[in-house]
């Protein structure tokens, strides 16, 4: 909760709010989260449908032009586990969902990126780049140092203990999903399956 409002109020990064708010929520892996598209989305089931992930590195690229060369570009495969699965969405999450998607048309719209067949992705830089998992991943690190440097002064002036982050990734967001769904009672083999 002190991260997420930590990130909401803070004027660098709450434009990353609205996908760790869908992180926590969904219990997406990054590279799921980041290749998610429209497509997957079905707005009248409360249902996300998993099935490929976006990475972004190196591949041999083999044409005329660049012979030989390694090349950074994004492809898209098979989840970690090749097999489709199902996140259902609560109502909050379907409005935060249908309330980004409106909010965000214009910066797709710069992007409108094909990768490997799949188009219509959901999350875009500001810029109109797709995401990458790893700088997704240094984001969280700053956010970190942040949020605690933040929280030091807060704490000095407040005169208590201050309540620090530990180092963390986005993949620890995939773990407080399973537990809050364990916590509200959600069968463990459904979760297994989610």
């Not at 044409?63 to 390694?70: A, E, F, M, S, V």
């Not at 799949?118 to 810029?127: C, D, E, T």
Request: glycine share 4%.
């Amino acid at each position: 909760r002190l991260f997420l409002e930590f990130i909401r109020k803070d004027a660098h990064y709450q434009r990353v709010y609205e996908g760790i708010y869908i992180l926590f929520n969904t219990g997406l892996r990054i590279s799921e989260f980041v290749g998610l598209t429209i497509d997957d989305i079905d707005f009248d089931n409360h249902m996300i449908s998993v099935n490929h992930q976006l990475l972004y590195g190196r591949n041999k690229v083999d044409n005329k032009l660049n012979r030989g060369i390694n090349a950074k570009r994004y492809c898209a495969t098979a989840t970690k586990s090749s097999i489709e699965r199902f996140v259902p969405m609560s109502d909050a999450l379907l409005m935060f969902l249908q309330k980004y998607y409106r909010d965000t048309a214009e910066v797709r719209e710069k992007g409108n990126y094909v990768v490997d067949g799949y188009a219509n992705f959901v999350f875009y830089s500001k810029r109109g780049n797709l995401l990458i998992p790893q700088t997704t991943t240094r984001t969280f690190k700053k956010i970190k140092i942040c949020y605690n440097n933040a929280e030091l002064k807060k704490s000095k002036a407040e005169n208590r203990e201050p309540i620090l982050l530990d180092n963390f990734s986005p993949h620890i967001l995939r773990h407080t999903f399973c537990t809050r769904m364990a916590e509200k009672g959600m069968d463990v083999r459904v979760l297994q399956k989610i």
